[in-house]
């Protein structure tokens, strides 16, 4: 006879089925699942855009005049790719995650965060490195893993306003922490620009996430502090000088990096507003022209992350490798490779720029350990670019491995983040999200990473 007594309601089988309809642990899975696949996905990344900087590499230790063929014409192609579905594929991306956490109606988040715009974004970035271009790879690393997991959480049913805000935040730290191998800085970064910026509560699942995409970053790439381990100290009396010299000079000069993005993103100067108008994609050329020039006249320094160069710099090596001038020749890079509206992030860049003007001001003080001064002036300058202080700070120990010099890079951070707000009233993402946002009355919000530049008033 057919037994029909309905099922114990406890068991290890009734148990093991409560948990998965449990809405909670499938969310917490989710995000887990999401933060492993974020994570893999940067590791690629990151081996792609190795791979594809040492062909250019390879190709300019040839003849430097190489770059003068390829630089520009990536550039060209680049914005070309851009002007169309993929235009939210421009620039760094944190804005674009950051915008997505203001505006969570669906149909603008997709336009900025897609598959197609996340696969886009990867490409793009590994083919800005190609070209030379003076970018990183951590913001479009934030823009790629926000866009998996808002992708993942929406497919499996959390497509309400907080818990897709939930993913994306997830996502965008578990991009960083992957990107740096660096899981403290992902959680810093999510909580002080992401989170902290909209204010939305970064709980211990979104935690637990973002410590997950860095154990795997760690269990695959090994545990490595990303410039080395830097055992420069600070003593007392000159060495209290260097922060204050380092802050002030750093910050401003992040600052005054800041403000002349957003400012370009605005249209202004004028000239230059029309020039990007009128033809953008012949001025991303003119700017990778610039830019080869550039690195044919200052050395190759001047293309790429500036891993190399700053780590240099860190660990004492001689200055000729890099060049006296290698940090205000970095900042022109930059400024050219992102005023060009190709993809590509300001992270390491930023880091090389730091480094650079950090050892320039250590001729300055010269009781004051040279590598000291590299890590305070990258940390400073990083904090005047974002304004995001703990981030820098957390970025700066956990990429060197020095916890001596805490006190002075906290101290650091600090007044950069003062001196560059005298310059840069807004910090960069935030201000570069903040046009991104549509207006109320925009009645379908534009898929655009930029802004178009403002005409001139007749």
């Known amino acids: 006879m057919e037994n029909t007594s309905p099922e114990p309601s406890s068991g290890p089988r009734a148990r093991l089925r409560r948990l998965i309809a449990d809405p909670g642990w499938k969310r917490h899975v989710a995000l887990w699942a999401g933060a492993v696949a974020v994570a893999l996905v940067a590791i690629v990344f990151a081996k792609a855009s190795d791979a594809a900087f040492g062909l250019f590499a390879r190709a300019t230790a040839v003849s430097p005049w190489w770059a003068l063929a390829i630089t520009p014409a990536m550039f060209a ?166 922060v204050a010299l380092c802050g002030v000079v750093c910050g401003l000069l992040g600052g005054l990096f800041a403000r002349t993005v957003v400012a370009a993103m605005d249209g202004r100067p ?103 001064m590299v890590l305070l002036g990258m940390t400073a300058y990083l904090a005047g670019v974002t304004q995001a202080p703990l981030t820098s700070a957390v970025i700066a120990i956990e990429l060197t491995d020095n916890h001596a010099l805490l006190l002075p890079i906290l101290a650091v951070v600090l007044v950069a983040r003062g001196a560059s707000a005298l310059v840069c009233k807004v910090p960069i993402y935030k201000a570069l999200a903040q046009r991104l946002v549509p207006t109320a009355e925009t009645p379908h919000p534009p898929a655009a990473a930029e802004p178009a530049p403002v005409p001139p008033r007749t």
Not at 297 to 325: C, I, N
Not at 333 to 349: D, E, K, Q
């Open 270 to 372: 004028r000239w230059l507003g029309r020039l990007r108008g009128r033809s953008p994609i012949l001025f991303a050329a003119a700017c990778g022209v610039l830019l080869a020039l550039l690195g044919i006249g200052a050395g190759p320094g001047t293309f790429g992350t500036g891993y190399e160069q700053a780590r240099e710099l860190l660990q004492g090596g001689a200055v000729e490798a890099v060049g006296h001038d290698y940090g205000v020749v970095k900042f022109a890079a930059n400024l050219l490779s992102y005023l060009a509206g190709i993809p590509g992030g300001l992270f390491s860049p930023a880091l090389a720029v730091g480094a650079g003007v950090g050892h320039n001001l250590s001729v300055l003080l010269p009781a004051v350990d040279p590598r000291a």
């Open 77 to 242: 192609l680049l914005s070309w790719a851009t002007t169309g579905r993929l235009r939210s594929a421009r620039g760094s991306g944190i804005p674009q995650v950051i915008a997505s956490l203001e505006r969570p109606e669906p149909g603008y988040r997709e336009a900025q965060l897609s598959l197609r715009v996340s696969a886009g974004k990867l490409v793009l970035t590994v083919l800005a490195l190609l070209g030379g271009a003076s970018v990183g790879r951590e913001g479009p690393t934030v823009h790629v893993g926000a866009g998996i997991m808002h992708t993942l959480g929406r497919r499996l049913g959390f497509g309400d306003e907080y818990q897709a805000s939930r993913f994306l935040l997830a996502g965008g730290a578990a991009g960083i922490a992957a990107a740096f191998n660096a899981p403290l800085a992902g959680v810093v970064f999510a909580i002080e620009e992401l989170s902290g910026t909209y204010q939305h509560r970064f709980s211990g699942a979104l935690l637990t996430a973002v410590i997950i995409g860095g154990v795997v970053s760690l269990g695959i790439l090994g545990d490595y502090a990303y410039f080395g381990h830097v055992t420069a100290r600070l003593p007392l009396g000159q060495g209290w000088l260097a």
